[in-house]
């Protein structure tokens, strides 16, 4: 069975600081794991992805996580916080990306920005 | 570059009504996925299809039903609707070969 835990379900920062957002998976297979984005009333936006190449995976807007298998986490990072990051994170995992495959979202992130 | 179109964004329906969501996957995408996200939830697997054929199956309540269409399009059938269906559903679509889902804006649905 698979499944996400994303600890925090809420997380603040200030604007400039690092960002980092905790997800640790649970998979019986190797996983493939992504970060999605959502702002309010909209629909989820693929950050980044982790498909079993490079560990450390960079994404969209500065985003980036590292794959630690022995950790079995997949931690979402930022550098420098920006006021439009404040948002809804969701960590995903999928087995494999054969047809019909469903995703496991963990509970979410949301990520406050404090200028 | 084309994305997951949804109809409608939103939708007012009474309790015990029927309901149907539309999807139109991003063009030669032949997966396409459906979840429900209740307010402040994650949002929850309830089936998919490939090549028009039901491939996975997650919490759909019996009185939801959902197909794939020739033209890869999908819709999301629900029937006796109770105030616990209000929710954001979202549809994915994925493409072959491809990992990622891509999600559409979703339809809000509330059920009064």
């Known amino acids: 069975a698979q499944s996400v835990t994303q600890l925090g379900s809420h997380v603040s920062v200030s604007e400039g600081a690092l960002v980092l957002l905790r997800c640790n998976y649970s998979s019986s297979v190797p996983p493939y794991l992504f970060w999605y984005v959502q702002y309010p009333n909209q629909g989820l936006q693929l950050l980044l992805k982790?498909?079993?190449?490079?560990?450390l995976v960079k994404g969209i807007n500065g985003f980036e996580a590292e794959f630690k298998k022995s950790e079995t986490s997949f931690h979402l990072t930022k550098p420098s916080a920006h006021m439009s990051d404040a948002a809804e994170y969701f960590c995903?995992?999928?087995?494999?990306?054969?047809?019909?495959?469903?995703?496991?979202f963990g509970t979410g992130t949301s990520l406050t920005v404090i200028p | 570059a084309a994305g997951v179109i949804q109809s409608p964004r939103h939708l007012i329906k009474e309790k015990r009504e029927t309901a149907t969501l539309k999807c139109y996957p991003i063009?030669?995408?032949?997966?396409v996925y459906w979840y429900q996200q209740g307010p402040g939830q994650d949002p929850q697997f309830l089936i998919s299809?490939?090549?028009?054929?039901?491939?996975d199956k997650g919490s759909i309540p019996d009185r939801f039903s959902a197909q794939q269409f020739s033209d890869y399009h999908s819709e999301l059938n629900m029937s006796s609707l109770e105030l616990g269906d209000s929710a954001l559903y979202f549809c994915a679509s994925r493409g072959q070969g491809s990992y990622e889902q891509y999600f559409g804006p979703g339809t809000r649905l509330t059920v009064t």
């Open positions: 995903a995992v999928s087995v494999s990306p054969t047809a019909g495959n469903q995703f496991y």
């Open positions: 299809f490939y090549e028009k054929m039901q491939s």
């Open positions: 982790y498909t079993s190449a490079a560990t």
């Open positions: 063009p030669r995408h032949d997966t």
